[in-house]
């Protein structure tokens, strides 16, 4: 029992005193004060300007959902002053408005970037408020930069060093950490103040649940928003003079919403493995739990020949580690819940060739042919898989033909996982893919080109220019 643990009554310990800080977060805390943008190793610089690139292509493509269009129309008046870009709605909004909405636009399609390690997402926890607040900060390019780096440090540190309990939903919880940190950092808070920026963010994480996903309950979508936002808003807390408990961090995720918390990797050679350099991008719409299995279901199909017709397909069986094998219902309801059935992903992808954006819409969702296909596709949880975690990502798909054949491949990881990455070719083409339809080749080049000279960029009034541009009508979902 660690130190922080609830008694065996389950009720809270008397506070005689206030605790003295952990050696730890001191450590921390002075790290975040320290860095500066020459302390990034080049291979941090690249892949952060990736992670820049690839969260503003998502909130983009996400941004045209009629949900997102809806939320931020009564949430920004068209005529509202300029102020932070609020990407792919054509207009601007204050710095939390900007910051939600595109927090919230950028986990809706589920193409969004991760982490293994921290077992979550923290670039779109983090990219959105960073971006709102450059403005006002005057930050360049390179604080940018640093300021993302830092923020997804820390966030992705507390994913690992935590095991969140089964029923919590990572989205919103430790994100709002590293996003409370981004903005301090570009506030250039001491290291006084980055410890009582940890501990207030600490108190400040949703109590997210893990159905919500699973039910399509599309909430969930906000999780990320409101930590960017609510990022934005704790170094005006911390600045006003507001406190939090001497260690947050460990009353939160040691006792609250986390199963085990060791705050020794927190700190663990820290500024030599950066977690950002280690970080998966997706291809696949959907849930990462489901990539390894269609990735597998890819090598099967090609060496059919590039297809197999739903008819003759007798069943389909996939084992596979704990969570990926939650994923089992073969009945989603609406888009999101599509995206986390694994049934549903199998039989969408056979029937439209690959896991796109659109194989995941209301028409696919109500295709007879994908429906019926998804019924006939069994999950289960695979022991060995499962022990596997987190470095590997298992699963073991069969495709039992109706002439008696077996069809069987396996996939150890996702394509996109640090163990296999996705060239910088293919993480531009995702790129593309996802912003063309939003503004057209030539306005997606131009904001790629913006994103790769941030590291020469005195400010971002130009790159937050194109972000804020209108969507080209003449294009993909925004006609």
């Known amino acids: 029992m660690n130190a922080h643990s609830l008694n065996r009554d389950d009720k809270a310990e008397p506070v005689m005193q206030r605790p003295i800080t952990p050696d730890w977060l001191n450590e921390l805390a002075g790290f975040c004060a320290r860095l500066r943008y020459d302390d990034l190793p080049e291979a941090v610089v690249a892949r952060t300007l990736q992670v820049i690139a690839d969260c503003v292509a998502a909130i983009a493509a996400g941004a045209q959902e009629p949900e997102v269009i809806a939320l931020a129309g009564r949430m920004t008046p068209i005529d509202q002053p300029a102020g932070a870009a609020i990407i792919g709605a054509g207009r601007s909004g204050a710095a939390a408005q900007a910051a939600f909405l595109n927090g919230t636009a950028g986990t809706m399609l589920e193409l969004d970037e991760g982490n293994q390690f921290a077992r979550g997402h923290p670039g779109i926890h983090v990219v959105p408020a960073v971006l709102a607040a450059a403005g006002r900060t005057r930050a360049s390019g390179r604080d940018v930069i640093a300021a993302v780096a830092l923020g997804y440090e820390i966030g992705a540190r507390i994913g690992i ?141 090609a060496a059919e020949g590039g297809r197999i017709a739903p008819e003759t397909i007798a069943r389909i069986d996939v084992a596979t580690y704990v969570w990926a094998a939650q994923l089992a219902g073969q009945e989603p309801h609406n888009m999101l819940a599509a995206k986390f059935s694994l049934p549903f992903s199998i039989a969408t992808t056979i029937v439209h060739g690959a896991a796109t954006v659109e194989a995941f819409r209301e028409s696919a969702r109500l295709e007879p042919v994908i429906r019926d296909l998804a019924r006939r596709v069994f999950v289960r949880e695979d022991a060995d898989a499962t022990a596997k975690l987190p470095g590997l990502r298992p699963a073991t798909v069969s495709v039992s033909l109706t002439d008696g054949r077996v069809l069987q491949a396996q996939a150890l990881t996702n394509r996109g996982d640090a163990e296999d990455p996705y060239s910088p070719t293919e993480i531009r083409e995702k790129f593309f893919d996802l912003a063309t339809p939003v503004w057209g080749e030539p306005h997606a080049a131009a904001i790629l080109a913006a994103i790769d000279a941030l590291p020469q960029a005195g400010d971002l009034a130009a790159l937050d220019r194109l972000l804020a541009a209108a969507p080209n009508t003449t294009n993909g979902r925004s006609s």
């Open 161 to 301: 060093a935590s095991k969140l309990r089964i029923t919590m939903h990572p989205h919103g919880t430790w994100g709002t950490i590293g996003a409370a940190v981004a903005i301090a950092w570009l506030n250039r808070r001491d290291a006084a103040a980055m410890i009582e920026t940890i501990n207030v963010a600490s108190s400040l994480g949703l109590s997210t649940s893990r159905r919500t996903m699973l039910e399509g309950g599309t909430v969930r979508n906000s999780f990320a928003g409101f930590s960017n936002q609510i990022g934005l808003m704790v170094d005006d807390l911390v600045a006003a003079g507001f406190t939090g408990e001497a260690d947050g961090l460990g009353t939160v995720y040691g006792t609250v919403i986390a199963e085990s918390w060791q705050p020794g990797l927190m700190v663990e050679v820290l500024g030599q493995r950066w977690e950002i350099a280690r970080n998966y991008f997706k291809r696949h719409a959907c849930c990462r739990y489901n990539h390894g299995a269609l990735d597998a279901l890819a090598r099967i199909v």
